[in-house]
Structure formats: structure tokens, C-alpha cells
């Protein structure tokens, strides 16, 4: 008897933690953001025009309000519709991995993503749903770190939802941003020599 009503206490208990979990959904087909990543310098399209095939789409999100500080460290604004294509280690921002965690971008028409998944945000970190800060991403490689060419948007806040069939959709909330191409070592290298040339030169007037 006792072994049966564990068992029944235990089959409650995960089936409530199944209901508990929290979804999100990487899709903006129809929404305001479609169409709204665009080519920007060195990406090989048209700069201005919407993403049209061979980019993948993700995100990195947290649990909280924090996009602000988000913004602060990876120079973005809510508004920011350039290119942004900076790291984002260190932002305090984890990547999406696992079932409907990136979507192809253009595939279904330009700057449109629409995996029609549901992204599970892990339930021991948001037992219920509630807001989430995310960043998106779009890369033409393996993943977002090593592509030659990426962006990534603006930190923005969403509230996710308690059952997968109703999940919000990240598009509505998603803000503007470019794939640029990333700029070599060798660059950045030419860039402090010519600063710290002109540092020096104007010290000696």
C-alpha cells in the first residue's frame, strides 16, 4: 500500500513539473520583425535588404529583466538596427541548445524564421512562466562564435508561456539587426596602431 501511494505522490509530482515547464517559440513569419535582418557591410548581399537563405537563427536568453545591463555590455540599444557583431561571453547570457533552439533564416521568405516548435525554458530556473531577457542571433557557419559572418540583436524582454501550443512568439518582441562580416585580427591590430600613432603625435605638439 505504501509502495503504491509513493508511486502515485511521485507520478503527481512529475506531472506537475511537466506542467510547469515554460515555452517560447523562434518565430516571426507575420509578425512586426519579418523581414527586419538584414544584410549589412562585408555579408555578401545587399546591404539594407532582408536575409534570404544559408543563415541560421538562435538566441541567448536568461531568466529576469536585464536588458538593460544586457545593453550596456554588448553596446546595444532597444532600438539598435546596425550591425552588432560582437561576442556575446560574458553578457551573463546562456545559449538556446536543444529542440526548437534555431530556426533557418529566409527559407520561407526573406528575414523570415518560423520553427514551428516550442523552446522549453529549463524548469528548474523558471518553474512558472515569467520574463525572460533574450538576445537573437544569425550566422552563416557551424554556430554564432566561430562564423566569419554574424549579428546579433539589441537585449529585449519576453513573457513565456506555460503550455508549448500557446507559446509566444520571439518575433513579436524581437528588435532590428545586420549580419556583418567580423573583422580580422589584423584589423583590429591596424585600428590600435593608428590610435595610439595619433596619440603620440599629438602629445609631441
Same mark, same amino acid.
Given at each position: 500500500?505504501?509502495?503504491?501511494?509513493?508511486?502515485?505522490?511521485?507520478?503527481?509530482?512529475?506531472?506537475?513539473?511537466?506542467?510547469?515547464?515554460?515555452?517560447?517559440?523562434?518565430?516571426?513569419?507575420?509578425?512586426?520583425?519579418?523581414?527586419?535582418?538584414?544584410?549589412?557591410?562585408?555579408?555578401?548581399?545587399?546591404?539594407?535588404?532582408?536575409?534570404?537563405?544559408?543563415?541560421?537563427?538562435?538566441?541567448?536568453?536568461?531568466?529576469?529583466?536585464?536588458?538593460?545591463?544586457?545593453?550596456?555590455?554588448? @553596446?546595444?540599444?532597444?532600438?539598435?538596427?546596425?550591425?552588432?557583431?560582437?561576442?556575446?561571453?560574458?553578457?551573463?547570457?546562456?545559449?538556446?541548445?536543444?529542440?526548437?533552439?534555431?530556426?533557418?533564416?529566409?527559407?520561407?521568405?526573406?528575414?523570415?524564421?518560423?520553427?514551428?516548435?516550442?523552446?522549453?525554458?529549463?524548469?528548474?530556473?523558471?518553474?512558472?512562466?515569467?520574463?525572460?531577457?533574450?538576445?537573437?542571433?544569425?550566422?552563416?557557419?557551424?554556430?554564432?562564435?566561430?562564423?566569419?559572418?554574424? @549579428?546579433?540583436?539589441?537585449?529585449?524582454?519576453?513573457?513565456?508561456?506555460?503550455?508549448?501550443?500557446?507559446?509566444?512568439?520571439?518575433?513579436?518582441?524581437?528588435?532590428?539587426?545586420?549580419?556583418?562580416?567580423?573583422?580580422?585580427?589584423?584589423?583590429?591590430?591596424?585600428?590600435?596602431?593608428?590610435?595610439?600613432?595619433?596619440?603620440?603625435?599629438?602629445?609631441?605638439?
Amino acid at each position: 500500500m505504501k509502495k503504491i501511494l509513493v508511486s502515485a505522490i511521485l507520478g503527481l509530482a512529475a506531472i506537475a513539473s511537466v506542467q510547469a515547464q515554460s515555452y517560447v517559440q523562434l518565430y516571426n513569419y507575420g509578425t512586426a520583425s519579418a523581414g527586419s535582418i538584414t544584410y549589412g557591410s562585408g555579408s555578401g548581399g545587399t546591404l539594407g535588404n532582408a536575409v534570404t537563405g544559408g543563415y541560421t537563427v538562435g538566441f541567448y536568453w536568461a531568466v529576469g529583466s536585464s536588458a538593460a545591463a544586457v545593453n550596456t555590455l554588448i @553596446g546595444g540599444a532597444t532600438t539598435q538596427g546596425g550591425s552588432n557583431n560582437g561576442l556575446l561571453t560574458g553578457s551573463g547570457l546562456a545559449l538556446a541548445t536543444g529542440p526548437a533552439a534555431t530556426a533557418p533564416l529566409g527559407a520561407d521568405g526573406a528575414g523570415v524564421y518560423d520553427n514551428l516548435g516550442s523552446f522549453i525554458v529549463d524548469p528548474s530556473l523558471t518553474a512558472t512562466p515569467g520574463t525572460i531577457t533574450l538576445v537573437l542571433v544569425a550566422y552563416n557557419g557551424a554556430n554564432y562564435d566561430s562564423s566569419l559572418i554574424r @549579428g546579433h540583436s539589441a537585449a529585449f524582454t519576453m513573457t513565456t508561456a506555460a503550455n508549448g501550443n500557446t507559446a509566444p512568439l520571439i518575433g513579436a518582441f524581437a528588435n532590428a539587426f545586420s549580419v556583418a562580416a567580423v573583422p580580422e585580427p589584423s584589423t583590429f591590430a591596424l585600428a590600435g596602431l593608428g590610435l595610439a600613432s595619433l596619440l603620440i603625435f599629438r602629445r609631441r605638439k
